[in-house]
């Protein structure tokens, strides 16, 4: 009960946070830092639920919206500087990501440290590819959610999610085609 709470509060914030900076002209800084923050947890707890429609047409038009609000928050992110984005989601203190070969705080520090501290993170970098290198939990779950934004629609394109097209243009045959990737347990044994 408390996590459906927790997803109702976030995405009703983050509408009404839409609404207001949707009305003015001009955006400050700070109020482009909290327009980030509440679109990042509001997107996550957002599409934390399934899309529910009642016909194909309303279905298409959730799919392009929830894209379209991803779009909205990756150029507010990529309006950010670096220390900007630093300030509000920091880098997860993880240090043994070099063990485990992960993502961690030096990774993302050198990640970071490779942009123009005082410009907006798209000017020296894709954002997509910059939050791929970040370590936050937060912005890690956002990224998750711009890739199944995108999978929604390119099954809507395309009939197939991103991975099992990646896999059919690889030459790899999927669960859903009916034929399963066959190993032979028997020659993996014999070959030891």
């Not at 507010?76 to 203190?93: A, N, Q, R, V």
């Not at 070969?101 to 501290?117: G, M, R």
């Amino acid at each position: 009960m408390r996590a459906n709470k927790y997803e109702e509060v976030w995405t009703r914030i983050m509408f009404e946070k839409i609404e207001v900076l949707s009305n003015k002209t001009a955006i400050t800084r700070t109020e482009m830092k909290q327009g980030v923050i509440t679109l990042v947890k509001g997107l996550n707890a957002y599409f934390n639920k399934e899309i529910s429609a009642q016909n194909d047409a309303e279905y298409i038009n959730k799919v392009w919206n929830n894209f379209h609000l991803c779009e909205i928050t990756m150029n507010l992110i990529g309006s950010l500087t670096p220390k900007e984005l630093m300030e509000i989601f920091p880098i997860e203190k993880i240090y043994d990501g070099k063990k485990y070969q992960t993502k961690d705080w030096f990774s993302a520090h050198e990640a970071v440290q490779q942009l123009a501290q005082e410009t907006p993170i798209s000017e020296s970098k894709e954002v997509f590819d910059f939050l791929w290198d970040y370590h936050n939990w937060d912005l890690h779950i956002f990224t998750v959610n711009v890739i199944a934004s995108m999978n929604n629609i390119n099954k809507m394109e395309k009939g197939r999610g991103l991975l099992e097209q990646f896999l059919e243009e690889q030459g790899v045959r999927t669960i859903n085609k009916m034929d399963m990737i066959d190993v032979n347990w028997e020659e993996e044994r014999d070959g030891e």
